[in-house]
């Protein structure tokens, strides 16, 4: 088992700290392609790097996009929120990563959970 650590902004960092977020969304990319179920991600505040949760990999959900991850993966989970949910686009993750990234890499959905 190996341990991640991943940076994030600190709107999905409180999500992800507070439990409503349980997957984070990412490219599938060669850093990404080295995470199994079982292992831990250090999240880590952009903003306030001393700010960091661990939590463990439960599951791992690969897609060629985004727009094929939003049709199959519950968007609450992935940090929508009930007053949100409604304008919920992949076209929102663009934001991070472009077509072409996408295209290339394939992207990931990560389900962690509390140690």
Same mark, same amino acid.
């Given at each position: 088992?190996?341990e991640?650590?991943?940076?994030?902004?600190?709107?999905?960092?409180?999500?992800?700290?507070?439990?409503?977020?349980?997957?984070?969304?990412?490219?599938?990319?060669?850093?990404?392609?080295r995470?199994?179920?079982?292992?831990?991600?250090?999240?880590?505040?952009?903003?306030?790097?001393?700010?960091?949760v661990?939590?463990?990999?439960?599951?791992?959900?690969?897609?060629?996009?985004f /727009?094929?991850?939003?049709?199959?993966?519950?968007? &609450? $989970?992935?940090? =929508? !929120?009930? +007053? /949100?949910?409604?304008?919920?686009?992949?076209?929102? &993750? $663009?934001?991070? =990563? !472009?077509? +072409?990234?996408?295209?290339?890499?394939?992207?990931?959905?990560?389900?962690i959970?509390?140690?």
């Amino acid at each position: 088992m190996a341990e991640h650590i991943m940076k994030l902004h600190p709107g999905p960092f409180a999500k992800i700290k507070d439990g409503s977020k349980t997957i984070e969304l990412r490219l599938y990319d060669e850093k990404r392609r080295r995470i199994s179920v079982g292992d831990t991600i250090q999240f880590v505040n952009t903003e306030d790097p001393a700010d960091m949760v661990c939590l463990r990999v439960r599951d791992l959900f690969v897609f060629d996009s985004f /727009d094929e991850l939003y049709k199959h993966l519950p968007l &609450m $989970e992935c940090g =929508y !929120s009930a +007053e /949100d949910i409604h304008t919920a686009s992949p076209i929102d &993750m $663009e934001v991070y =990563y !472009s077509k +072409e990234e996408q295209k290339q890499y394939g992207v990931i959905g990560i389900q962690i959970a509390p140690l």
